[in-house]
């Protein structure tokens, strides 16, 4: 398979992933339980806009408005019977973008959970699972994605049949874990154990590594470990805007552009090739974040005291004093992404 990723990330050392979806789309006027897919075919143009904002600040990689592309999550707004369309329009979208651009954009079909519990937990058999990954990396493969962006996971057994429907498929892939219940995914998985997930797999991963989670800070201290546990490995780090915080209903970022600079420069020193946002991260942080990125230097990996006194608290160490986050928490936060 032709690996973009790596020959990217061979001409400019450190990449830069793209920011929120579903935080920008909702500033764009989609409505809170709303399918952010439907708006491939109903709203192009504000798709369009959200690629061409992330471009112009200097992504070098775009994800695909795909990440509920599965009939799983489809089935919530009776479209599960137009997962190919949808996810084929969602990265010809990107494509047109990335095109466009004037340099090269490597555009990603995003690939989130089902929402479904595999077997023994759930109904969903890992067969199943393969094949309606299968399905939605189909669409994005024919729409011209160039790699399948396998992201925010919990379970290690979902992640193993993304990546089996991806080399099905016939594209590379990625992987990324979100660290959110006390350093850990909410199945247990650990960030120093991301990279054996796919052990034994006809076709290993471009990169892996995390994505979400909770603060900046918690996500730089999962980066540390799995940088640690394999430093020769290609990790990503998209982290939150900084911490989220409930605001009546609405969750609100605390990052700033500055904040955000910082968080590239750590990810760096801590051993990142791929860096980028999640919730909450505008087109205002990402341009921010590319100019850190430009103009850093790599220095010696910082420690976790380091990174909190730069970024800010753990959210997953307060989350033992105080209140843990909620479930309900988590999926707010997944759904704006």
Known sequence: ????????????????????????????????????????????????????????????????????GTRHRLKLHHAQDRVFELNKRAAEIARSVADKAGRRVIVAGSVGPTGELLQPL?????????????????????GGAEVAWIETMSAPEEIRAAAEAAIKVGL????????????????GLLP?????????????????????????????????????AKPDA???????????E????????????????????????????????CCGTSFEHLAAMRKALDEHHKVGRPTVEEIVERIGPMRNKLATANAPETAEGRRERRRQR
């Open 246 to 277: 409930f605001r009546g209903t609405e969750i609100h970022y605390s990052g700033t552009p500055d904040l955000m600079s910082d968080y590239v420069r750590l990810a760096v020193d801590s051993g990142a090739k791929i860096v980028g946002g």
């Open 122 to 142: 759930g109904a969903l058999t890992y067969d199943d699972a393969v094949e309606a990954f299968a399905e939605q990396i189909e669409g994005l493969k024919a």
């Open 1 to 68: 398979m032709q690996n973009p990723i790596d020959d990217l990330i061979a001409e400019k050392g450190v990449l830069l992933a793209d920011g929120a979806t579903g935080t920008n789309l909702f500033a764009m006027g989609l409505e809170s339980g709303d399918a952010p897919e439907l708006w491939n075919e109903s709203a192009p143009e504000k798709i369009e806009t959200l690629h061409r904002k992330f471009v112009e600040a200097g992504a070098d990689i775009i994800l695909t408005n795909s990440f509920g």
């Open 192 to 228: 120093k154990d991301i990279h054996g997930v796919s052990e034994g797999l006809q076709q290993q991963p471009v990169a892996v590594g995390a994505n979400c989670g909770v603060g900046a800070s918690d996500i730089l201290a999962s980066l540390l470990d799995m940088t640690e």
């Open 172 to 187: 590379p892939y990625t992987y990324t874990g979100s660290f959110d219940t006390a350093g850990r995914t909410m199945m």
């Open 234 to 244: 290609t990790v990503i780090v998209k982290g939150n805007c900084g911490i989220p």
